[in-house]
């Protein structure tokens, strides 16, 4: 990797790509088992850590250098769950399982190269981000998985060969984390430019 995929002090905080636990179109589950990782492994302190829910109002949101897409092409997702490290040391870090750039990938590269800018899109394209402590992820996400069946109770995308993620509270809760409504869920709610300077290197 080069230095500007990641700093040359960093250590990651994950197994490499290929041993982490994944599932394909399961992100949000695949970024839960990253937090439960690294809660277990105590690979870092959990309050630098972040779960990253991607999506707008119209859940019509574009991320480009995604393994789905054809070339160039952005993948016009309903909602993506990133991984975000926010280092002391260093600078902040994505762990994006889904990406052909680099795991980890310092957040200015993602951003550059993944979100690229809000600027030239149309208003139903545009990104906004609810960033969630990696504790209270933990804590409190939940997915019955309906989301992934068809009106006929078959899957759309094979599921998580491991039990359902659910609390003492809820069995479904998927929707408030992917709505970008501020007064709903946990969390705070960014833009793309507020993310990136909030997050961004200091």
């Given at each position: 990797m080069n230095d500007e995929s990641v700093s040359s002090e960093y250590t990651s905080i994950t197994p490499s790509r290929t041993d982490c636990v994944y599932t394909s179109c399961y992100c949000e589950e695949n970024v839960w088992k990253l937090c439960e990782y690294i809660q277990h492994q105590e690979t870092c302190p959990l309050d630098q850590v972040h779960a990253v829910f991607i999506s707008n109002e119209k859940k019509t949101i574009p991320?480009?250098?995604?393994?789905?897409?054809?070339?160039?092409?952005?993948?016009?997702?309903d909602y993506h769950v990133v991984l975000l490290h926010v280092s002391p040391q260093a600078r902040s870090f994505v762990y994006d399982l889904d990406t052909t750039l680099p795991f980890p990938c310092l957040l200015h590269v993602y951003s550059m190269e993944a979100f690229r800018s809000d600027v030239?899109?149309?208003?139903?394209?545009?990104?906004?981000?609810?960033?969630i402590?990696?504790?209270?992820?933990?804590?409190?996400?939940?997915?019955?998985?309906?989301?992934?069946?068809?009106?006929?109770?078959?899957?759309?995308?094979?599921?998580?060969?491991?039990?359902?993620?659910?609390?003492?509270?809820?069995?479904?809760?998927?929707?408030?984390?992917?709505?970008?409504?501020?007064?709903?869920?946990v969390g705070t709610v960014y833009k793309l430019s507020e993310f990136v300077q909030h997050f961004g290197a200091k």
């Open positions: 991320i480009w250098k995604q393994k789905s897409s054809g070339g160039n092409e952005p993948v016009i997702w030239l899109l149309k208003p139903d394209f545009r990104r906004k981000l609810r960033v402590p990696a504790d209270t992820y933990l804590k409190t996400f939940a997915s019955d998985r309906s989301h992934m069946k068809h009106s006929n109770g078959a899957w759309r995308m094979p599921p998580p060969p491991y039990p359902c993620i659910e609390t003492t509270e809820s069995k479904m809760n998927l929707e408030d984390f992917i709505s970008m409504d501020p007064n709903v869920g």
